[in-house]
């Protein structure tokens, strides 16, 4: 079945420093890979994903995301935190069976220190 | 265009009551999944409708149940609650056509308490 982990229950970075979210997967076969973003008292918002093509995803608000399929890693970054990107990031997948459930991790509490 | 719309945003129910849950997809979506999150954690998937009728189902009990309306809205159901079953639930839309390729887009929740 597939899963993902995300490892940091918490992740403190200073506003306008890298932020980086980490994601690792496990799937049958080739990975679809997604980021969430959810605000308090917010459904989850789409952020990027990767289906195939450039290892290197370009997504929603600055955010982007590397998959690397040696690691089984789909980390989320962004060049420079703002403190409105304070908020709560899940990793999915979805294998490619044909099945359209989303497995999603436990999620990443971001916090940007101004 | 509407998003994904779910109400009511909150509800409290005691054990043993029944509870019924509504989403609208986004505009022109015809596929809604329903997941379950529990404090803390990432959402769980509990099934998916698509021409009304229950196309995937998760790691939940028939107490869980779902319809799905020829105007693409779908209700969630759970009988015989249980203090268990306190948690957002979560309605998202999609294109069934799109396949694995498909971006699912989320609501904003039903906050279920059961006391």
């Known amino acids: 079945a597939q899963s993902v982990a995300q490892p940091e229950d918490q992740v403190n970075v200073a506003e306008g420093n890298p932020l980086t979210v980490k994601c690792t997967y496990s799937?049958?076969?080739?990975?679809?890979l997604f980021w969430y973003v959810q605000y308090p008292n917010r459904g989850l918002q789409f952020l990027l994903k990767?289906?195939?093509?450039?290892?290197l995803v370009k997504g929603s608000y600055g955010f982007e995301a590397e998959f690397n399929k040696s690691q089984t890693s789909f980390h989320l970054k962004k060049p420079s935190a703002l403190v409105s990107d304070s908020a709560l990031y899940f990793c999915?997948?979805?294998?490619?069976?044909?099945?359209?459930?989303?497995?999603f991790g436990k999620g990443n509490q971001v916090v940007v220190i101004p | 265009d509407a998003g994904v719309t779910q109400s009511p945003t909150h509800l409290i129910k005691t054990r043993g009551q029944q509870v019924t849950l509504r989403c609208s997809p986004k505009?022109?979506?015809?596929?809604v999944s329903w997941y379950q999150q529990a404090l803390g954690q990432g959402p769980q998937f509990i099934f998916q409708?698509?021409?009304?009728?229950?196309?995937q189902r998760g790691n939940f009990p028939d107490r869980f149940s779902g319809h799905q309306f020829p105007n693409y809205s779908s209700e969630l159901n759970v009988n015989a609650l249980l203090l268990g079953d306190s948690a957002l639930y979560l309605c998202?839309?999609?294109?069934?056509?799109?396949?694995?390729?498909?971006?699912?887009?989320f609501g904003a929740g039903t906050r279920l308490s059961v006391l």
């Open positions: 998202a839309s999609s294109l069934f056509h799109r396949g694995v390729k498909n971006i699912q887009y």
């Open positions: 799937v049958s076969g080739n990975p679809y």
């Open positions: 990767y289906i195939t093509g450039d290892n």
């Open positions: 999915a997948v979805r294998d490619m069976g044909g099945n359209n459930r989303l497995a």
């Open positions: 505009s022109g979506h015809d596929t």
């Open positions: 409708y698509y021409e009304e009728e229950e196309r």
